[in-house]
């Protein structure tokens, strides 16, 4: 493992591709591509327009009051605070899950990830039915902490079991002891993935809307929402959407900087070898506990208080738009179709840029991935405002609509999707493809006898990733829906604000029954992928 302060970070561009770049992409492969593309780049450009439409002076007067400013104090506190705790948490627990003798640590490794399957505001929907103390900064804290620390624990526990040992070998035989190791030998290495996981913490903090509007937590997405309810204010509202997305592109540009130009690529490509694993000794039982503490805490809690009210028959248990079975079947049969619907597209979509970037990369196919990204750094709620503005002005028959909703969720997750889609890719060989058309295949019957067969559990793997975080998403979901269309997502946090904890249980249970089961879905499919890959 290497570490040298000049060069490249790690592009991940595949062996060869200077001669496949010489090869021209076909263009309606290009034509495909940038349409993606694009279609992520227009709600950046309608709020960014709605913004300067309110010109300079209307500008300074909405942004420049106490409010904003006490938007501005609350937003960036939740985010420095939650995202430090997350690095944190997710390292400490990785290092003990990979890297000590832990007892149970396989069962620890699924317990300690287990919260990623648990949206946030199910979480904060827990807490809040506890107690209504847990309304604020504090409450808030807890709550996004213990649902986004896994985005650090699971990068940091794979660069982990990837880093080679050797180097640390030798620090400890020249006299480092096991702390000193760490902090000079292992920490510098696992900088990439760390800072991966606190940017993506940071970026989620950002655009958290339920758990915030639970928790009575203000913020600038909990203010959009606010005055897009109250008064349909365009103007504020897009401003305050331009503040947060500044703030999306400060957290983007500060782990650009600080990630630099070092290298941290393998140069020896030798066998694989395992680090041997650190005695906790007296340490053991206190790791086991802090493990237990923080499972219960994340895990433990929003499935036991969801168990709880499922029990309960009293006034918590009325609902202002319905609770029989039938109206259960209904919310879930809609998220279902929604979640369906959202990867179908959201993975045709990412098909043309991620064949664009393996088999014909250059500068045109990395421009257009780095403007699929720039969606990682949209909030939903500044999304879904841009789509309203845009359906209400020019496209009004699909306003409100389910294939607007739709393409909503494609312009949201397609980061998600493309990059499973191009590590599918990657893995197979372009010969294949070469020698199936010497042999007269047409294009169509390559990609159907070739190409599907190795790469289909890769495209399944994204479009369950999708799938997950369309049936979980909730704010734009809550704009953008149709009239009459409740998710699962979306009738929790109706009933949850009415305080009928009761009602809104069984939807919770069984959001998080198919959180669970997508996860094991994606699970699955990421490890048959692999394993046909060796």
């Avoid at 591709?17 to 950046?44: D, E, H, I, K, N």
């Avoid at 808030?140 to 650090?152: E, F, K, M, N, Q």
Wanted: glycine letters at 8%; hydrophobic letters at 55%.
């Amino acid at each position: 493992m290497s570490m040298a302060s000049g060069g490249g970070f790690e592009s991940g561009v595949p062996t060869g591709c200077a001669t496949r770049a010489r090869r021209r992409a076909p263009r309606g492969l290009l034509a495909a591509a940038s349409a993606s593309a694009a279609l992520v780049l227009v709600p950046l450009l309608v709020i960014v327009a709605q913004a300067l439409q309110a010109g300079l002076g209307r500008a300074v007067t909405l942004l420049w009051r106490p409010l904003v400013g006490e938007l501005l104090l609350n937003t960036l506190l939740i985010v420095g605070a939650t995202t430090c705790l997350c690095a944190v948490l997710g390292t400490m627990a990785a290092w003990f899950v990979e890297r000590t003798d832990l007892p149970g640590r396989r069962i620890w490794s699924v317990l300690l990830a287990g919260p990623l399957a648990v949206p946030a505001f199910i979480t904060s929907y827990a807490w809040i039915s506890l107690s209504p103390q847990f309304q604020g900064f504090v409450g808030a804290l807890l709550v996004v902490t213990s649902s986004y620390y896994p985005l650090v624990l699971l990068p940091v526990a794979a660069s982990l079991r990837g880093l080679d040992p050797a180097l640390e070998e030798t620090a400890r035989s020249l006299g480092c002891g096991p702390w000193r190791c760490f902090l000079r030998v292992v920490l510098p290495q696992l900088r990439p993935s760390l800072l991966g996981g606190m940017l993506m913490v940071a970026l989620g903090v950002l655009a958290e809307f339920g758990a915030f509007s639970l928790l009575r937590f203000r913020t600038f997405t909990t203010q959009i929402y606010a005055q897009y309810r109250t008064g349909f204010n365009g103007a504020g509202a897009a401003l305050l959407a331009c503040a947060l997305l500044v703030l999306c592109l400060g957290c983007l540009a500060a782990e650009w900087k600080i990630l630099g130009t070092a290298r941290y690529d393998r140069v020896d490509r030798g066998v694989k070898r395992f680090a041997s694993l650190y005695e906790l000794g007296r340490a053991r039982w206190p790791a086991v506990a802090l493990c237990f503490a923080i499972a219960l805490l994340a895990l433990g809690m929003p499935l036991g208080m969801t168990a709880y009210w499922l029990t309960q028959h009293d006034s918590a248990a009325v609902s202002m738009t319905g609770s029989g079975l039938l109206d259960l079947l209904d919310t879930a049969w809609a998220s279902v179709r929604l979640g369906v619907a959202g990867a179908a597209l959201t993975t045709v979509l990412a098909l043309p840029v991620g064949f664009l970037l393996v088999r014909y990369p250059g500068r045109y196919a990395l421009f257009l991935e780095r403007t699929v990204y720039l969606s990682q750094g949209l909030p939903g709620i500044v999304l879904a405002l841009a789509i309203v503005t845009l359906a209400v002005r020019v496209l009004l028959p699909l306003y409100q609509s389910t294939l607007l909703l739709v393409v909503a969720y494609a312009i949201m997750f397609l980061p998600l999707a493309l990059v499973s889609v191009r590590a599918a890719l990657v893995q197979v060989q372009s010969k294949l493809e070469d020698a199936a058309r010497s042999l007269g295949l047409r294009w169509y019957e390559v990609i159907w006898r070739v190409l599907l067969p190795l790469t289909g559990p890769g495209f399944a793997a994204a479009a369950a990733l999708v799938f997950i975080c369309v049936v979980t998403e909730l704010t734009a979901t809550l704009l953008l829906a149709p009239i009459g269309t409740e998710t699962l997502a979306t009738q929790i946090w109706n009933d949850t604000t009415t305080l009928a904890f009761a009602a809104a249980a069984p939807y919770a249970a069984l959001l998080v029954v198919i959180s669970l089961g997508g996860s094991w879905i994606l699970t699955s499919l990421f490890g048959r992928s692999a394993a046909s890959k060796t």
